[in-house]
């Protein structure tokens, strides 16, 4: 594990080896998850494709800096970091932000993206401003649906009541942290006009968007609206799968993803 100051802000940084000259895969975690709730998938994509890859945790999950006063109010400060409740930017923040500095201090120039969830999110809001090499997005969120806002007011009272707080201590030094600072913000009021089918539409480099038909976090309204607004993108539908493909299908998401890769460079 690296630590890579960011303004002030310690990210966790792994990189995993491979071969040089191909575009390396950068891997963006979903709305609760870190370097170590990945587990082996990124290894395991990066040898099915053939290429290097740094997988990182954002501000206030995994083993990177917390964020302060988490459900206090949003704060800025000098230099252009952030205390308190996340505001609904916050995706736009990291990819606009966040990632070209992270990549600038990695010396990595046109990444291949590889979101999930949220991750995906960032993925293809950063794909619409900066050059990568292709952005591959499992369960992204354009648009937010009522069925997202449901299952996360269930994640809410599971951390509350049930036993999910103490799972993700596994994966997390503040996981408190980590928890309120994606929960609060996606069930706020202002966070149901969060929509980027328009912004995706600048994407100029290959897409391929995967999605589980079981998935409670989203429909396919997420990826068909992705495919709308972006013509190069693929779809890949997972009949039996849920919100983390990765998880629940490995082996059909690693071919998916490097038969759509094997042209790249």
């Known amino acids: 594990m690296q630590l890579v100051d960011i303004d002030g802000v310690f990210l966790e940084v792994q990189p995993i080896d491979g071969p040089a000259g191909r575009a390396p895969l950068v891997f963006l975690h979903e709305g609760l998850g870190s ?28 083993r ?11 704060r800025q400060h000098e230099g ?65 649906e009522d069925v997202s806002v449901q299952s996360i007011a269930e994640a809410r009272d599971a951390y509350q009541a049930g036993d999910l707080r103490q799972r993700l201590g596994r994966y997390h030094n503040h996981v408190d942290v980590a928890f309120w600072q994606w929960n609060e ?6 966070f149901r006009a969060f929509d980027i089918r328009d912004e995706v539409r600048a994407i100029t480099a290959p897409v391929l968007a995967i999605q589980g038909t079981d998935d409670p976090y989203g429909t396919m309204a997420q990826v068909d ?3 709308a607004a972006v013509p190069q993108t693929q779809l890949v539908k997972l009949p039996d799968c849920g919100h983390s493909p990765h998880r629940d299908q490995p082996e059909a998401v690693n071919a998916a993803i490097a038969l759509a890769l094997a042209t790249l460079a």
């Open 35 to 62: 370097v170590a709730m990945w587990r082996d998938w990124p290894a395991s994509l990066c040898a099915a494709t053939g290429r290097a890859g740094w997988v990182y945790s954002r501000q206030g999950y995994g």
């Open 64 to 74: 990177s800096s917390p964020v302060a006063d988490v459900r206090g109010a949003p």
């Open 80 to 144: 252009g970091t952030r205390s308190g409740r996340l505001l609904p930017d916050y995706m736009h923040r990291e990819a606009l932000h966040v990632l070209p500095k992270l990549l600038a201090r990695l010396g990595l120039q046109r990444p291949v993206l590889v979101g999930h969830s949220d991750g995906g999110t960032i993925a293809l809001i950063h794909a619409a401003h900066h050059p990568v090499s292709a952005c591959v997005v499992l369960a992204p969120h354009v648009i937010v």
């Open 185 to 190: 913000v996606w069930l706020s009021p202002a």
């Open 225 to 227: 609206d992705l495919a």
